[in-house]
């Protein structure tokens, strides 16, 4: 079968196109994604620069080597800048303008006056391989992996045309001077055409794949975590706990949980503004993952009430960690609209070495210590095993 470069240009040129407004339908979900605007951008520009490409005679007409080429080079050069955006990298507007003008300055001095095919051909093909080898060097990095396999699919292809445009440089080497055209059907280069146009293919539904997954990551975590804080939320906190907890069963590390919760948190709500309490919640937040470990677990609650799990910790441990953070907190000043906030936090301690073996009986046992501080007056820290589930329970029926 005999493959025309030209038909297959237009086909590429469609695919671009195609590929740029469904781009731009899925990066329009969540203006957060950057790089999906330049991707979209990046797609239509080649697309319609390749179609132009298409009907080049020799020689070329002047609009169609000016437009085409400022095309493709600002269209390249912006898929290179959507990557480093999506990365968080800052973009290099460089990179389109000098692929722009280089491109322009090859094709319009090779095409229209010297008349050069093979140096035009040979320049072109070495801009079009170095953009896309540097394309695929920003996607080769250590991501999580829900995102891996896209950014390897998408470095995969774009190495592909990369491997393809050498290949045709090296063919263009072996090519005799009435053979060498862009559009030639010899030797390899309908191949690198038509091969080129399925990895732009790939290419384009793995950045779909990259703003996807993103998207669905970022569901996930708003699902597990707390909006007001950044914290792990009640339900986060729930299974972190029967994990950890069998975790403990297997290796017999000791387990401990701090129930904490913010004394009179109501006329702090109604003497400064519910916003001000807000602020309060954010501050011991943060200032609970300024003294907790990396491998601890804090979530809130709910409403003033906050919790951290320590594994490999037992009661006495906690108890330090719980007197710092109460005294902390208590030495804390929170500005607020000219006004100085205080507060205080009493805290509840339990672990797993007194028959809290199961989520529900742990967090049960730190929330009867918490009971216990707040009845003997507040910012205090109370362990479980100070008292006792039975002690607890009958001061509780006696309130």
């Given at each position: ?299 809130r609650y709910g409403g003033e009430e906050f919790c951290i799990l320590l594994p490999g910790t037992n009661e006495s441990q906690a108890l330090i960690l719980a007197e710092r953070l109460r005294r902390l ?71």
């Amino acid at each position: 079968m005999q493959l025309d470069p030209r038909t297959i240009l237009i086909i590429w040129s469609a695919i671009n196109i195609l590929f740029a407004g469904v781009l731009a339908l899925v990066g329009s979900q969540s203006d957060s994604i950057r790089g999906a605007r330049h991707w979209a951008w990046g797609d239509l520009l080649v697309g319609i620069s390749f179609a132009l490409c298409s009907n080049v005679t020799n020689p070329p007409q002047f609009y169609i080597v000016f437009f085409a080429s400022l095309g493709i080079g600002i269209g390249l050069g912006l898929l290179f800048n959507g990557i480093q955006a999506f990365r968080g990298k800052p973009c290099s507007y460089w990179v389109p303008v000098f692929l722009a003008a280089t491109l322009f300055a090859n094709n319009f001095l090779f095409a229209s006056i010297e008349s050069e095919p093979r140096v035009r051909i040979f320049i072109n093909f070495l801009l079009f391989g170095g953009i896309h080898i540097a394309c695929a060097r920003a996607l080769i990095v250590k991501v999580e992996a829900p995102l891996r396999t896209a950014y390897w699919i998408a470095a995969g292809s774009f190495s592909l045309i990369a491997f393809l445009s050498l290949a045709r440089l090296s063919n263009l080497l072996f090519l005799g001077n009435d053979t060498v055209s862009m559009f030639s059907t010899k030797g390899v280069n309908p191949y690198v055409f038509f091969f080129a146009s399925m990895a732009q293919m790939s290419m384009s539904l793995a950045f779909m794949l990259l703003i996807n997954t993103t998207l669905a990551n970022r569901l996930i975590a708003l699902a597990a975590t707390d909006a007001l804080t950044g914290l792990m939320n009640r339900r986060s906190l729930d299974l972190e706990i029967t994990r950890q907890l069998a975790n403990q069963k297997r290796h017999g590390e000791c387990i401990s949980i701090m129930m904490i919760d913010v004394d009179h948190f109501k006329r702090i709500n109604d003497q400064y503004g519910h916003l001000a309490g807000d602020e309060v919640l954010r501050r011991l937040a943060h200032l609970m993952q300024s003294v907790v470990r990396t491998n601890d677990y804090i979530a809130r609650y709910g409403g003033e009430e906050f919790c951290i799990l320590l594994p490999g910790t037992n009661e006495s441990q906690a108890l330090i960690l719980a007197e710092r953070l109460r005294r902390l907190f208590n030495e804390l000043v929170i500005e607020w609209e000219g006004d100085i906030v205080r507060g205080s936090i009493s805290i509840g301690v339990a672990d797993t070495r007194h028959d809290a073996h199961e989520a529900h009986s742990l967090l049960s046992a730190a929330d009867l210590a918490l009971y216990m501080a707040k009845h003997q007056g507040r910012n205090r820290v109370i362990a479980f095993s100070a008292y006792g589930k039975h002690d607890i329970s009958v001061m509780a029926s006696r309130s």
